[in-house]
């Protein structure tokens, strides 16, 4: 696999994630699934390659740390969906971190082009999140009237949770369905890179973080519900 061909999968899935934050839901859904697909299908293909470059004494890609930084109250929100994200599509590691400045980082460690790839689809979600929050705020804020402005930010933030859960189950599924189509041996590669990636990690003494606390029930269902359709799902997409 040359650059030049890395470089131009990367720029198709980069247009068409660019494209489903500006367009229609329903054409959001589309081009999405559409990236996420070739993004697994890349990643397995890139697996199987530095496998077999491996038996032959070649070098293969490198393992690589890439630091995405949120600012803002959702913040915190924004680097757990980025961590389920990264967890769902199996090659990478998430690790999350504040920065001197008081900045939220979410850390992606794993090889260099499931890195550059899951990068694409956590940005694209994080867009996709706070645009389907907001919509579900405008349409549920009167709930709230009467409640304090803490409980109505428990409720925003519930709703991103929810969408957190609901588009890593949809990556995962989707995940298994194209890595049980691609053929006997692909799983056992899969699986020997990324205990290779959690090796690394490992062996750098990183902390785990605090898990989450509750949430809103409201928000986190609604959150659930727009996860499933954040455009990650089982429909095989053309052009």
């Known amino acids: 696999m040359t650059a030049t061909k890395d470089d131009k999968r990367l720029e198709l899935i980069a247009q068409l994630l660019a494209k489903a934050e500006s367009t229609t839901p329903e054409e959001a ?17 890139q697996a199987l390659i530095n496998e077999r470059r491996s038996h032959t004494g070649h070098t293969g890609e490198d ?5 995405i930084v949120f600012d803002g109250v959702y913040a915190r929100e924004l680097v757990r969906l980025g961590g389920a994200v990264a967890h769902a599509l199996g090659n990478l590691r998430p690790l999350k971190a504040r920065n001197r400045h008081g900045s939220e980082v979410l850390y992606l460690v794993g090889y260099e082009s499931d ?8 940005r694209s979600l994080h867009v996709q999140a706070l645009v389907a929050m907001r919509s579900w ?29 609901g588009v890593a189950e949809r ?19 899969l699986v020997s890179r990324k205990q290779r990636v959690d090796e690394h990690v490992d062996g750098r003494g990183y902390r785990k973080g605090r898990a989450p606390r509750s949430t ?24």
């Not at 393992?63 to 630091?67: L, S, Y």
């Not at 890195?115 to 956590?122: I, K, N, S, T």
């Not at 409201?218 to 053309?238: D, M, Q, S």
Request: proline fraction near 0%; avoid cysteine.
């Open 29 to 45: 859904e589309a081009l999405t699934e559409h990236a996420e697909r070739l993004m697994i299908k890349y990643g397995i293909d």
């Open 137 to 165: 705020w405008d349409e549920h804020r009167t709930l709230y009237t009467r409640g304090t402005e803490h409980a109505r930010r428990r409720a925003r933030f519930g709703f991103l949770r929810g969408f957190s859960v």
């Open 171 to 189: 990556i995962t599924d989707n995940r298994h369905k194209v890595v049980s189509e691609a053929g006997t041996g692909t799983e056992l590669v």
């Open 63 to 67: 393992i690589v740390e890439k630091a």
């Open 115 to 122: 890195v550059a790839q899951g990068e694409l689809l956590v």
């Open 216 to 239: 809103d029930s409201l928000g986190a269902a609604g959150g659930y519900r727009a996860g499933l359709e954040a455009n990650t799902g089982e429909r095989a997409v053309t052009h």
